[in-house]
């Protein structure tokens, strides 16, 4: 029998409460950036390792202030969203090398927001086969990197 190994999911699956408040004004605010896994900051964005990720190296782009869709944004805070995910999808080609990505907003609860009112951005690294039964029979994810390493893996690359 193989096991599947992943400790730090176990705030997940044992029901522990999210800490109150928006992850993203938390994380920000702290000013530490590894604890909260932050990997890059711009004025007005920063980059984030995602805790659930979908593959290894889900990142997230966040606008700094609190807003709730990319309508809200001015023009500075629209583009630092974007140099963001520029430099965090080169950190990822660098450490990892996929063979493409999933880049995705949702805006909204109905449109599978699990962060409602502050606009992040999806970076989700994808490689051919990187799908496979686990998630359909076992309602299993197998992710075959810690977090911490994942983020010991891209800093170097985000480093200025």
Request: net charge neutral; proline share 7%.
């Amino acid at each position: 029998m193989n096991v599947l190994w992943a400790p730090w999911r176990m705030a997940y699956v044992s029901g522990d409460q999210p800490t109150p408040g928006c992850l993203f004004c938390t994380a920000l605010l702290a000013l530490d950036d590894p604890k909260h896994r932050i990997l890059d900051r711009a004025s007005r964005a920063f980059l984030i390792l995602n805790a659930f990720p979908y593959a290894s190296g889900h990142l997230m782009a966040a606008t700094n202030r609190h807003v709730a869709s990319p309508e809200d944004l001015e023009d500075e805070e629209h583009l630092d969203l974007m140099r963001v995910t520029r430099r965090g999808l080169g950190a990822l080609r660098a450490a990892y090398r996929p063979e493409g990505f999933n880049l995705g907003v949702n805006i909204g609860r109905a449109a599978g927001a699990g962060v409602e009112g502050h606009l992040h951005l999806h970076i989700v690294p994808r490689w051919t086969g990187d799908t496979n039964f686990m998630p359909v029979v076992g309602s299993v994810k197998v992710m075959p990197e810690s977090l911490d390493e994942t983020f010991r893996r891209l800093l170097p690359h985000l480093a200025s």
